[in-house]
Nanobody, 123 residues
Framework: QVQLVESGGGLVQPGGSLRLSCAASGNIRSINIMGWYRQVPGKERELVADVTNVGTTNYSDSVKGRFTISSENAKNTVYLQMNSLKPEDTAVYYC?????????????????WGQGTQVTVSS
């Protein structure tokens, strides 16, 4: 199994900043893509940003220019730096990692989710 532990959420004023972290652990062979999603009550989970194993990044139009996703491959960790936060950014943020892991003679794909961390932007 591959486990994800995320942290960094909290309450901030509009215009403030937060940095989310997500660390993956387990018998990881390779990671193909890491990303951040968010969800508000009554709505579907949506992609915020992701980064591939070759360094390609992708951002939602609503966060482009304000958020930055980065990864530290040696630690199997992904970060989301959030600046100029708006009330519309309020949501539960989930980390997602896709890749492969090894166990005995087998190589299996995985798609793991973090437990979620609350981000609240309010005056």
């Amino acid at each position: 199994q591959v486990q994800l532990v995320e942290s960094g959420g909290g309450l901030v004023q509009p215009g403030g900043s937060l940095r989310l972290s997500c660390a993956a652990s387990g018998n990881i062979r390779s990671i193909n893509i890491m990303g951040w999603y968010r969800q508000v009550p009554g709505k579907e989970r949506e992609l915020v940003a992701d980064v591939t194993n070759v360094g390609t990044t992708n951002y939602s139009d609503s966060v482009k220019g304000r958020f930055t996703i980065s990864s530290e491959n040696a630690k199997n960790t992904v970060y989301l730096q959030m600046n100029s936060l708006k009330p519309e950014d309020t949501a539960v943020y989930y980390c997602n990692v896709k890749g492969t892991y090894s166990r005995s003679w087998y190589i299996q794909a995985f798609n793991s989710w973090g437990q979620g961390t609350q981000v609240t932007v309010s005056s």
